[in-house]
Structures are given as C-alpha cells and as structure tokens.
C-alpha cells in the first residue's frame, strides 16, 4: 500500500446504531446493556471479564433457540445511558470522568470486583435514580 497522491472517496457507515449478531442461546431485552462475548457475538451485560460493552438495545431479541448469529439486534452506541447503580459497589460524584463496571445488563459498579468485571464506560453523571455512563 502507498499513501494517497489523489483526493479519495472513503466510504462512511453511521456507528450510532449499530446491528449486531446475537449470540447462541441469547436472550436481550430493551433497553439493556449489551455486550461483546469474547466471540465477538452480542449478548446481555454480565458479571465477566471478557465482555466489551457495545451500548443499550434499541429491540427485544430473543436467540434463545437459535445458532450464534441466526438475529441481529440494533445497539445504540456513543451516547449516555441511564444504567442502575450496584448498591454493594456505588459508584460517587469521586468517580465522575472515570470507567465504571459492568454488574449485569442494567446495572454498573465503582470497581472491577477483583477482576471479574468488564469496562462499562465513562461515568458523566451519578443520581439518585442511577449512573449515566457514556459508551463509544
């Protein structure tokens, strides 16, 4: 490959809402923290460690009779979602600007829980009601 000498027509794909394959056996709800397996196949937010967070769900998918990839469920991504604060692991005003933890998939922690937890995202604000945490 050599650098461009001409002007270039780059194709664009808006990464806002995002389809995403659902993984085998996978059951997402709307409005749920969803996730990247470590097979790259989406699925609700949990307790692990090899979980990438993708967004919330735009739709009910349910896969739970179906092969890994057989639906596809619409993710909205690079925007602030509301998500539930984990009553064992609050996350503060302290934690403003930094990551916060995936607990399940409507629930994030201050911590990793000792390495068992996945990145969230950027808290950018704490309420009473719950987080908001930005995911890119």
């Not at 470590?38 to 735009?58: F, I, K, M, P």
């Not at 998500?83 to 409507?106: R, S």
Request: net charge neutral; with cysteine; proline share 1%.
């Amino acid at each position: 490959m050599t650098a461009l000498t001409q002007d270039r027509n780059t194709p664009l794909k808006d990464a806002e809402e995002i389809p995403c394959l659902v993984g085998a056996a996978k059951k997402i709800f709307a409005g749920s923290l969803v996730v990247a397996a470590a097979t790259g196949y989406a699925e609700a937010g949990s307790t692990a460690a090899t979980l990438t967070a993708l967004g919330r769900a735009e739709e009910y998918v349910d896969n739970s009779a179906g092969a890994a990839g057989a639906k596809t469920v619409r993710v909205r991504r690079c925007k602030a979602f509301k998500f539930a604060n984990l009553a064992a692991d609050l996350v503060t005003q302290a934690e403003f600007g930094k990551t916060c933890y995936i607990a399940d998939d409507q629930t994030v922690a201050k911590t990793n829980g000792g390495a068992t937890r996945s990145a969230a995202g950027k808290v950018l604000g704490v309420e009473a009601d719950g987080v908001w945490v930005y995911i890119e």
